[in-house]
Each structure stands twice: as structure tokens, then as C-alpha cells.
């Protein structure tokens, strides 16, 4: 703590034009005003073999993925409880669907997409990922498996 930083029993107060660097934990609620954020961490991938996915990072929260022959698939670690991850397929080459397998998936085994610019966002429960909004259906889209 520097400058006009300033702590008040279990609240944080930062003055100033201060930086706040590195990991913030929090628990309970946070509010954050007139802030400005640039980007959300991201990663690019490409799709791996079925027998050899490609595995998103649990450190990212964005993942743009894209898809071409015999690179189809990506798996997913389990997270954190309350994690979000946004999964976003980006590019899809010679009709190569997107096949997600998260290691826990509370609504069936995977998830898969059958065009490109299509996201879906999960959110840890902390047993399972969940599915909290996304182009999903049982025939197109996003399908659950």
C-alpha cells in the first residue's frame, strides 16, 4: 500500500490513479466502479485429433477455437468453483465440427458446434462445468451429448 491507499477495517479503499497488479482474491461480494477493462484473458487453439484433444486453459477466460480436418477436439480441466469459461468457435474448415469434452460436464458428455462464430459459456459449480447461456439445442448449434 503507497500513496492515498487507505484500509478500513474489512474494506480496501485505492486512491488516486493507483494499480492494482497480480491477483486480487475476494471473497464474499466486490464492487468495482469507474474502471475501464480492455480485454478478458484469451487464448487462440486449434482443435486436436479425437484420440488427442487439444486442452483449453483453465487460466484463460476466453477460448477461440478453430477446426479443420482430424483437428476437431478440445477437452476442459475442471475449474474453480464459480469459474466462468467462454468458448467461442471461431473458424471451421472442410465441414470440421467443434466437439468440447470438459472432464466433468453436468449436462451430458460433450458439447459440439457445427459452424463457426458460435460461443457458449460454462460456469464451474464445483463439481461440474454448467451451461449458463449459448446458442444450445438438441439437433443444431451447440449440441449436448
Known amino acids: 500500500m503507497h500513496g ?3 484500509v478500513l477495517g474489512d474494506r480496501l ?3 488516486g490513479n493507483s494499480d492494482l497488479k497480480g491477483k486480487l482474491d475476494v471473497a464474499g461480494e466486490a464492487t468495482l466502479t ?3 477493462i480492455t480485454a478478458l484473458s484469451n487464448e487462440t487453439v486449434e482443435g486436436g485429433a479425437s ?4 486442452a483449453l486453459s483453465v487460466n484463460t477466460m476466453v ?4 477446426t479443420d480436418t482430424s483437428k476437431t477436439h478440445v477437452s476442459l480441466a ?14 471451421r474448415a472442410s465441414n470440421a465440427d467443434l466437439v468440447i469434452t470438459p472432464a466433468n460436464f453436468g449436462a451430458g458428455a460433450t458439447l459440439t458446434s457445427n459452424l463457426p462464430a458460435r460461443s457458449v459459456s460454462l460456469i464451474f459449480d464445483g463439481t461440474n462445468w454448467q451451461v449458463f447461456s449459448g446458442e ?10
Do not use: N
Not at 484420440?51 to 487439444?54: H, I, L, N
Open 63 to 66: 477460448s477461440f477455437v478453430s
Open 51 to 54: 484420440d488427442g484433444a487439444t
Open 78 to 91: 475442471d475449474g474453480v468453483i464459480g469459474q466462468v469459461k467462454i468458448i467461442v468457435h471461431k473458424a
Open 13 to 15: 479503499l485505492v486512491g
Open 136 to 145: 444450445i439445442t438438441g439437433t443444431a448449434e451447440f449440441v449436448i451429448a
Open 34 to 36: 469507474s474502471a475501464t
Open 4 to 6: 492515498t491507499d487507505l
